[in-house]
């Protein structure tokens, strides 16, 4: 039956389900999301869903309902190759070398906001490449979870459309799954190895579920969540965690990781977080947001191959790039700025209007504390890149941190002037998969900050 309730809600009822559902479910209606809110709840009406009357508060049914109309599904397989292939080479290799040396041939994985499974499916068939015929020696525990009801179900399907392998090779697909018309269905082998499980994130684990996992993925989820939802999740994630293990985020988030208390370091286009630091644990989260896009520049690697391989080596180092911002990039990951900042300056000796070296040597002073120098290179990218909304939006953040109230404000309303040209689905250049609605939620979240 369909809501007899007019449309569109009133500003206090729909900032009252806001609210609720912010406290329920941990999701994030305010401000300037309350559009979105009630665009969801046309389309809940349209599907039969009925919203109580008002002042009525909804129940925990009618929340579980509503709760598809209100989460992003954007996903699919492979995504972000590159920084697949980091999480294999310089994660998953090296701790499955130290367990196999151990002789304990065991590890426990979770794909945190799985969506409907295309991350978990992913991460599982990583692990076949790197371990090829020994797969089935190992104890490989992956565990799947989601908010949404209907995303489980489909991931326990394991059925999916061809554009849920626009990132992933003919060969890939081929290998793990089965053709169903224009369908394609995880291979029988594997549809037992991961458990599903519907999960909010603000929740402790789902049981069973051990409080040691070497992995869990979190990616592209805190920006829709409120500051208290992102506190709690990071904190029940994090002590999930066996002491040496691993939880990534993705790049565009790192900033709201570092805003609850969390340091970290970029992994391709993720972010690796550590423990909160004590002082963090005993204070609310901040309202200056320190958000470091990823150092790393905007290529895309190879997708892993399509057939399964032999255990590979773990390699003893990393090769030295030719190309300079390449090495830039290599250094940046391993904290060593100055030598960074040599490299990028060695390609604007070749090119001085190369955007992407000061790109780079922007977020090189930034990450290093050198504020004005970081600021001197985002000027020169507003006058060689003037449409690129990113370096506005790092600047804000910048001005921000000097506590210069006047001109965060300017960078970010010039941030959301270049925003306002682009579609919402637009891809940020070298946003790490950033699209434009997401950088416009940052950008407005520093609102509070710049009044």
Partial sequence: MHSTEQRPLSPARLQALAEQIGQALGLDFQAEQLARLQAALWQADQGGYALPAEPAALSSAQLAELCPYLVVGETYFQRDPSTWQEIGQQLLLPLLEQRAQQGERRLRLWSAACCSGEEAYTLLFLLDELLGAALDDWQIELLGSDLNPAFIAQARAGRYGP????????????????????????????????????????????????????????RNVLMYLTPA???????????????????????????????????????????????????????????????????????????????????????????????????????????????????????????????????????????????????????????????????????????????????????????????????????ITHGDGLNAHQLRRLCQALETDTR
């Avoid at 992933?168 to 018309?181: D, I, L, M, N, T």
């Avoid at 991961?194 to 040691?212: E, K, Q, W």
């Avoid at 939880?247 to 805003?259: D, I, M, P, Q």
């Avoid at 208390?261 to 972010?271: D, E, K, N, P, T």
Wanted: glycine share 4%; with cysteine; charged share 20%.
């Fill in 163 to 218: 554009y849920a392998f626009r990132q992933s090779s003919p060969a890939w697909r081929e290998h793990y799954f089965v053709a169903e018309g224009p369908y394609w269905r995880v291979a029988p082998r594997w549809r037992s190895r991961i458990r599903f499980a519907v999960h909010n994130l603000t929740d402790a684990a789902p049981s069973p579920a051990p409080a040691d996992f070497d992995l869990i993925l979190c």
């Fill in 229 to 427: 939802a992102i506190r709690t999740s990071l904190a029940q994630l994090q002590a999930r965690l066996q002491p040496e293990g691993s939880l990534l985020l993705s790049a565009a988030e790192a900033g709201l990781a570092v805003n609850a208390g969390y340091s970290g370091q970029m992994l391709g286009l993720a972010y690796r977080i550590g423990a909160p630091s004590l002082a963090a644990q005993a204070v609310p989260m901040a309202p200056t947001a320190v958000v470091r896009p990823s150092t790393r520049r905007q290529t895309v690697a190879a997708p892993v191959s399509g057939t399964a391989q032999q255990p590979t080596a773990l390699p003893a180092g990393l090769p030295t790039p030719a190309d300079p911002l390449q090495r830039a990039q290599q250094l940046a990951d391993q904290g060593r700025w100055r030598e960074a900042e040599a490299c990028c300056r060695q390609a604007l000796q070749r090119d001085p209007c190369d955007g992407t070296a000061y790109w780079l040597l922007a977020l090189v002073h930034d990450c290093s504390n050198r504020l004005e120098a970081a600021l001197h290179d985002l000027h020169k990218l507003a006058y060689l890149e003037p449409d690129w909304p990113l370096p506005a939006y790092l600047e804000a953040q910048i001005q921000l941190r000097r506590k210069q109230l006047v001109q965060a404000r300017r960078a970010q309303a010039r941030c959301l002037q270049l925003l306002d040209r682009l579609e919402d689905s637009s891809l």
